[in-house]
C-alpha cells in the first residue's frame, strides 16, 4: 500500500497544523493500525500517535500528549494528525506508517517504528519561535 502525507508547513509558536495521510488501497488501510512518526535532524525516529484499526484505542507520546490528535477515517482511507500549540521542538518530518494486525491490539505496542510495515515520504513541519 502506498502512503501519501501532507499538511506540513512552516508556522509560528502556537500554531495548530493537520497533517493527513492517505492510503491507496482500502482494504489494507482499514486492517492497519497507523502511526505518525517525526525525525528531526540527528535525531532517532520517534512515534508521536498512534492509533487502532477501529479508531477506538489511541497511544501519544508524553511530549505531545494534550497537544496533538490522531484520528481515522476508514472510509476515506485516510489518518489525521491535529496538531495544536506548536513549540519549536515539534519541527521535524512527520511520517505516516501503517502495519496490518489483528483486531484486539495493545497499542501503545505500536510506539515502535520497527513495527510497521509501509511508511509515507514526510510532510515537513517547520516551528519558528
Known amino acids: 500500500v502506498q502512503l501519501q502525507a501532507s499538511g506540513g508547513g512552516l508556522v509560528q509558536t502556537g500554531d495548530s497544523l493537520r497533517l493527513s495521510c492517505v492510503a491507496s488501497?482500502?482494504?489494507?488501510?482499514?486492517?492497519?493500525?497507523m502511526g505518525w512518526f517525526r525525525q528531526a535532524p540527528g535525531k532517532e525516529r520517534e512515534c508521536v500517535a498512534a492509533?487502532?484499526?477501529?479508531?477506538?484505542?489511541?497511544y501519544y507520546a508524553d511530549s505531545v500528549e494534550g497537544r496533538f490528535t490522531i484520528s481515522r477515517d476508514n472510509d476515506k482511507n485516510t489518518v489525521y494528525l491535529q496538531v495544536n500549540d506548536l513549540k519549536p521542538e515539534d519541527a521535524a518530518v512527520y511520517y505516516c506508517?501503517?502495519?496490518?494486525?489483528?483486531?484486539?491490539?495493545?497499542?501503545?505496542?505500536?510506539?515502535?517504528?520497527?513495527?510497521?510495515?509501509?511508511w509515507g515520504q514526510g510532510t515537513l513541519v517547520t516551528v519558528s519561535s
Open positions: 492509533i487502532s484499526r477501529s479508531g477506538s484505542s489511541t
Open positions: 488501497r482500502r482494504g489494507t488501510f482499514s486492517r492497519s493500525v
Open positions: 506508517a501503517a502495519k496490518e494486525s489483528i483486531l484486539t491490539i495493545v497499542i501503545a505496542h505500536y510506539n515502535d517504528y520497527r513495527k510497521y510495515d509501509y
